[in-house]
RNA sequence: GGCCCCGUCGCCAAGUGGUAAGGCAGCGGUCUGCAACACCGUUAUCACCAGUUCGAAUCUGGUCGGGGCCUCCA
């Protein structure tokens, strides 16, 4: 079965062909760089993140390009609040967002430009658009002219009529038309500006996301991300803007992700129950972050609460115990012939779930699977000494850390990831290492004695403390409950 | 008001015409001194109503409930 992406355009999920086989040109809106990146931001890049990483994987070569808009209305302001330059803010958060980014495990794009480098590109737009009447210059400003782009709105699916009844003209615009939107901005005092035919202003929102796409992708490209919320006007202006001058489709397929909620409410500033990933990492682990995202489709709403994401690092923890159990398992086991065909059955389910519009929820189900039968086998008696379940269970670690990789989780060492997990657990808990290392060792001379009740009793004292006693063969070790 | 989405086991969450993946929790086993871990087994007819169909959670209409966009927003 070949690819199959839902396109916001059409609405449906179409079968992927790229403009060029084997190749493709991948777009996202980045953020505006005026604060820290939230858990909605973690969202959209991690659903393009592993986008990126599925398409590569699946063969393709992609150019993937996401942008930093670091000049804007909110950026200025936010520079004059702070009496600093509208640069050094951009600069900023831009180190923040990369950094963000780099601690939730993201692949770098293969281009991340930046709206103030493209300044004279965006004016070669402008100016087209101006020759061709689908724009205008007007004190300073450059609009577009929105009823002059017969297939307006054809994103969105709306009409007109409705939205003019809401639209309206803001104190010093010179519009025609209340649905125009601008191109270019004049320079107010004391704001960036470049020069430009109209005078000194700067971009205006939309146009320098046409300007790099057509830069770095070319004028017709196959994808065009970015979360729901953009699609009007954002992406509406985009096509607009990009259709009309270069007289070619835009984007071929439209992929937008869903909204982040908290605590079943929608996020936001006014209700206070805003979290950037920077909190978020406090408390959370990274990868379990990414791993609560895709264990949800990506187009549907999720809910981000503390309950959701203690499910999320008990499901990672368990492949993480897996994996451990089975590099033990095999290690110094000698290699052998045997064919094993798990790893490519789950591979080939994988490959399925994620065919079908990036399903990345039926695709951690198979893993779990994976990560089942991987124990199953272990299990069994005298197991280092059957070849075939070695072999079976070395072909599955090994599916399993690939695939994993490919959606960007199981990265690291399980020990050390199961340790640190422990760990971050534990100042929570009022409780020492060195404490539950006493205990237990206390314990072990208890039951050496066959003293059975003190045993009992200290591992009860630290259940009920959050501590979790695992006897086996090698010795006692611990986890939290 | 306009446009759009959603309502699947206690919780999270796949499934969009052929009789319901997976995770967490629960229950019954195996293992264990007893437990835990792991494994095995087990637990839903899909908000409601009416239609279409040989057959629907999946299509159509309606009802109820929740949410989003229409202004900056991932």
Redesign the pocket.
């Known amino acids: 079965m070949s690819l199959r992406i839902y396109n916001t355009l059409s609405?449906k999920k179409e079968e992927f062909q790229p403009l060029v086989p084997g190749k493709v040109g991948m777009y996202v809106?980045?953020?505006?760089v005026y604060d820290y990146c939230?858990?909605?931001?973690a969202?959209?890049?991690i659903v393009f993140d592993i986008i990126f990483r599925y398409l590569h994987f699946a063969g393709y070569d992609v150019t993937y390009v996401r942008n930093y808009?670091d000049v804007?209305?909110?950026i200025i302001n936010r520079a004059n609040e702070r009496g600093i330059d509208s640069k050094e803010l951009a600069e900023e958060f831009i180190r923040a967002f990369d950094e963000d980014m780099e601690t939730l495990g993201l692949a770098k794009p293969t281009y991340e430009p930046r709206a103030t480098e493209y300044i004279d590109e965006i004016i070669v737009i402008c100016n087209i658009l101006i020759d061709k009447g689908m724009a205008y210059a007007s004190g300073g400003d450059v609009y577009y002219r929105v009823d002059k782009f017969n297939d307006y709105l054809k994103l969105?699916?709306?009409?007109m009529e409705?939205?003019q009844?809401?639209?309206r003209i803001a104190p010093g615009e010179q519009k025609e038309n209340p649905m125009d939107?601008a191109l270019w901005k004049a320079a107010k005092p004391g704001e960036p500006s470049w020069e430009s035919p109209w005078g000194p202003g700067r971009p205006g929102?939309h146009i320098e996301c046409s300007a790099m796409s057509s830069s770095l992708l070319g004028d017709s490209f196959d994808i065009h991300g970015?979360?729901?919320?953009?699609?009007?006007?954002?992406h509406e202006n985009e096509i607009a803007q990009s259709e009309a001058a270069n007289e070619k489709p835009f984007a071929k397929y439209w992929v937008?992700?869903?909204?982040?909620?908290v605590n079943?409410?929608?996020?936001?500033k006014s209700l206070g129950n805003f979290f950037t990933i920077r909190d978020i990492v406090n408390t959370f682990d990274p990868e379990v972050v990414r791993f609560f995202i895709l264990?949800?489709?990506y187009?549907?709403?999720?809910?981000f609460s503390d309950?959701?994401l203690e499910?999320?690092a008990?499901?990672l923890s368990?492949f993480y115990?897996?994996l451990q159990?089975a590099a033990e398992a095999v290690e110094g086991c000698p290699e052998n012939d045997v064919a094993s065909e798990l790893g490519a059955q789950l591979e080939a389910k994988f490959r399925e779930?994620m065919d079908?519009?990036f399903?990345t929820?039926?695709a951690?189900?198979?893993l779990?699977?994976g990560?089942?039968?991987?124990?199953?086998l272990?299990?069994e008696k005298k197991f280092r000494k059957k070849a075939d379940l070695v072999a079976n269970v070395r072909d599955l670690h090994r599916t399993v850390l690939k695939l994993g990789e490919v959606i960007g989780l199981f990265g690291s060492d399980p020990h050390s990831w199961l340790e640190t997990f422990k760990l971050a657990g534990l100042s929570s808990l009022g409780i020492t290492v060195e404490e539950i290392e006493s205990q237990i060792t206390e314990?072990l001379q208890a039951?050496k004695d066959k003293d059975?009740?003190r045993?009992?009793e200290i591992?009860d004292e630290l259940e009920v403390r959050g501590i979790?006693?695992?006897?086996?063969r090698e010795g006692?070790t611990w986890?939290l409950k």
């Open positions: 609405g809106c980045g953020v505006t939230h858990i909605g931001h969202r959209a890049n808009t804007d209305d909110k969105s699916k709306r009409n409705e939205m009844a809401g639209a939107f929102w970015g979360g729901r919320d953009l699609i009007f006007p954002h937008h992700n869903g909204f982040v909620n079943q409410e929608k996020m936001s264990t949800a489709h187009r549907s709403p999720i809910d309950g959701n499910d999320a008990s499901g368990r115990e897996a159990a779930a079908d519009d399903n929820a039926l951690i189900g198979h779990f699977e990560a089942r039968t991987m124990n199953r272990i299990g314990r039951r059975f009740a045993s009992d591992r979790m006693l695992l006897d086996s006692t986890k």
